[in-house]
């Protein structure tokens, strides 16, 4: 039946060979006319569920008290109430208040702070009008030392950093405002040089969507000059290059032009797309254009075409299909990011196939015979060697598989699961130096957000403030932690000022006016509505998280959950922000990773079986393609190379990789066979079928994965690294393990 579908295909390409590629090239143009909806976008949005829970009360609060993303800023100096200093910093807070999407500044010149006592009391700045100095210098700064709102946020303990926090504006998942808001940053601090730092959540998003398209602009024409210089090598023919080189570039504009049709934006796991289609393209067009050339010259023109459409139209299909299907089986996964990978590489891979046996032969149907170079005439004596060595040493070659499989099951528990957006740029990088160093002297730059909820007035009463009050300075021991406020430090640094009492022995009557003093300002107003609702029901607690670890934060997050539900009772609590997210990420992508793999598995292994109709040659087929998977997964182990976002792709990416030189070795065995009586000796004219093609394919996919080693980008390196040793060890499982394994089935059936 396949062959007759194929016998279909050829004699409609033949006879409308000009109309395709006609058509070819009219989507093609089409397709490139999308390349200016182009967008990035790294917000952890497209790694959560639409619509779960955590999304949904993470929205919830953003409406009710605000975005909680920040620029979070440091000046080096030598004295920060310096005449000189203050004046500098003065120059700053005001360039940044003239950013669009900044908000609020805060800062010593900027901070609305409560000053003064009795009945004094005022929110100003710290420093109002000129600097302090001596004593009331000194005092100033132990005073921001103890202020339960503004400590080490301000003024670094050592004296030596002036921090500034930049409250935005933009509406959530905005990317491109946020860009813009970190370039205009960048430019007001500029004058500064090496003294100035600049992180934040915002900053370190637009980071990642720098390195992005600097990969895709610098590596997308590498790896295309690398494929075509090695497809001059294996074919020393300008079409041999030129027909592989269409099928790869028409492919993925065809993919991405799907991708940015369907409204989808570039991610750091989406970012993978491109290259990796472009890889993968090659390998049927490789296939194809070999078994031509080598029978164009004997058997003409249309007879070669025929031929080869017979003899390589089925392993094509089938390669295509398995590689899709291990692609898809991430489509399961609830992570919209992966989902997106795996629809729109498998749409890629399919994109390839119909472009192999639909667009490549019309273009042959339509040029002169191609024959091999009189220059190189290939004996295909390596293969003979190898087919020998093979029949020679078959149970060693089993026997080190066994192994190798052995070792990296024992690695795999090694993995580690983490997601730290830190680790994705490299040591040295500027926003990992300037995020550690601030971290160092200011204290965490993410945020995590605590949300308590009770009833109408719940947060007017004295004793419950004052749990909350210690509820804060208990969060503030928390390793990792770094500063805790809420409404009841605003009240407790009002009331310190105002009568010196803690906020538990004031009654219902004083909260209320304390809370009045804050609203009676407009910076007091919104300062009070980032901690509070208007009903005084629910209550915010902002965190400054300093730890970069998933794992780390998990801990953190228990013991929160419970403490919380120790002091508060009568309350609900959600654990929501930025922080928490990369948290829920973590999980989420262990299950999913667990789920796709075991669909990748059962289907591909399903296609197997249905395709070489035999359960044994389709359950030993998959032998050669679980071992690169499994020594992926050790080699993470082992290398400690985390499971997260940017790797959890590559298990089924492995086993899409690994299994089409393996069809395409049984097939042609198969075909031998007909006229062999053993696979021993149909084993010899196989691989000099297809080893010439499995090696070039091979390298193609090496080099073309090779190039993200070169990546200041740790996702894009990672994903290169593990993509080059899957290629590696599925190339040596198809040339020796996939032929003994058929060797020892044959001999146990004679």
Not at 250 to 270: D, M, Q
Not at 411 to 440: C, M, W
Not at 499 to 526: M, V
Request: aromatic share 8%; proline share 5%; glycine share 6%.
């Amino acid at each position: 039946m396949i062959d007759r579908l194929f016998s279909l295909i050829d004699r409609f390409v033949a006879a409308r060979s000009r109309w395709i590629v006609a058509v070819t090239v009219l989507l093609t143009v089409a397709a490139a006319a999308t390349a200016p909806l182009l967008r990035f976008d790294s917000s952890f949005d497209r790694f959560l569920i639409p619509d779960s829970p955590d999304l949904t009360a993470y929205h919830d609060f953003a409406d009710r008290f605000g975005n909680d993303r920040l620029l979070v800023i440091g000046i080096e100096c030598a004295d920060p109430l310096a005449p000189g200093t203050v004046a500098e910093l003065r120059g700053v807070v005001a360039g940044l208040q003239q950013v669009e999407g900044v908000q609020r500044v805060y800062s010593l010149v900027s901070a609305p702070m409560v000053r003064g006592t009795g009945d004094t009391v005022r929110l100003a700045p710290p420093v109002d009008g000129p600097p302090p100095a001596g004593s009331a210098a000194a005092e100033l700064l132990a005073h921001l030392d103890g202020d339960p709102v503004y400590a080490r946020r301000l003024v670094s303990a050592d004296r030596h950093l002036l921090g500034i926090l930049a409250t935005l504006n933009p509406p959530r998942a905005d990317d491109e405002a946020y860009r813009r808001i970190t370039e205009a940053a960048r430019a007001v601090l500029a004058p500064l040089g090496d003294r100035a730092h600049l992180s934040g959540e915002p900053v370190i998003e637009s980071e990642m969507n720098r390195f992005m398209r600097r990969d895709l602009e610098t590596f997308i024409p590498i790896t295309l000059v690398l494929t075509a210089a090695t497809l001059f090598y294996l074919f020393r023919s300008l079409l041999g290059v030129a027909l592989p080189m269409a099928a790869i570039v028409i492919s993925t504009v065809w993919a991405l032009a799907i991708f940015l049709l369907s409204g989808r934006t570039v991610n750091n796991v989406s970012s993978m797309i491109p290259p990796l289609i472009m890889v993968i393209a090659a390998s049927d067009a490789v296939h194809l254009f070999n078994h031509y050339r080598s029978h164009a010259h004997l058997l003409g023109r249309t007879v070669a075409i025929t031929e080869t459409m017979r003899r390589i139209g089925p392993g094509c299909l089938m390669t295509s299909v398995t590689t899709a299907a291990g692609f898809a089986s991430l489509m399961t996964s609830p992570i919209p990011a992966l989902d997106d990978f795996g629809r729109f590489s498998a749409l890629g891979v399919l994109f390839s196939f119909c472009l192999t046996i639909f667009a490549l032969p019309a273009v042959l149907h339509l040029l002169p015979v191609v024959s091999p170079p009189a220059t190189r005439v290939v004996h295909g004596g390596w293969t003979i060697a190898l087919a020998d060595c093979i029949k020679g040493a078959t149970a060693t070659i089993l026997a080190a598989t066994l192994v190798l499989f052995a070792v990296s099951l024992a690695a795999i528990p090694l993995i580690r699961v983490e997601t730290n957006d830190l680790t994705y740029f490299k040591e040295g990088s500027r926003i990992r130096t300037d995020t550690a160093f601030l971290q160092h002297h200011l204290g965490g730059v993410r945020p995590l957000d605590l949300v308590l909820t009770g009833k109408p007035d719940a947060f007017t009463d004295p004793e419950r403030l004052a749990r909350l009050a210690r509820f804060g300075e208990w969060l503030r021991t928390i390793e990792g932690i770094d500063g805790a406020t809420s409404a009841a430090d605003l009240l407790t640094a009002l009331f310190a000022r105002f009568d010196g009492q803690p906020i538990g022995d004031h009654s219902r009557q004083a909260i209320a006016q304390g809370y009045l003093f804050f609203e009676f300002s407009e910076e007091g107003g919104e300062e009070l509505a980032r901690y509070l609702s208007d009903d005084r029901a629910i209550a915010h607690i902002a965190l400054q998280e300093g730890e970069s670890l998933t794992s780390k934060m998990k801990v953190q997050i228990e013991q929160i959950r419970a403490r919380a539900a120790h002091d508060f009772p009568e309350l609900d609590l959600e654990v929501t922000g930025y922080a928490h997210f990369y948290m829920l990420i973590s999980d989420l992508i262990v299950s999913s990773q667990v789920r796709s793999l075991a669909l990748a598995f059962v289907l591909v292994t399903a296609m197997m079986i249905l395709h070489f109709r035999s359960w044994r040659i389709g359950l030993l087929s998959m032998v050669p393609n679980i071992i690169p998977v499994t020594c992926t997964f050790g080699l993470m182990g082992v290398a400690r190379i985390p499971l997260n976002s940017a790797t959890a792709m590559v298990a089924s990416i492995a086993l899409g990789l690994a299994v089409d030189d393996t069809i395409h070795f049984l097939n042609h065995l198969q075909h031998e066979r007909r006229t062999t009586p053993s696979v021993a000796l149909a084993l010899a004219p196989t691989l000099r079928a297809v080893g010439r093609p499995t090696v070039y394919t091979s390298v193609i996919l090496g080099i073309g994965f090779g190039t993200l080693l070169f990546s200041r980008f740790v996702p894009s390196f990672y994903f290169g690294l593990l993509a080059v040793a899957t290629v590696t060890i599925a190339l040596v499982g198809d040339l020796f393990l996939a032929p003994a394994l058929m060797l020892a089935l044959d001999r146990r059936r004679g």
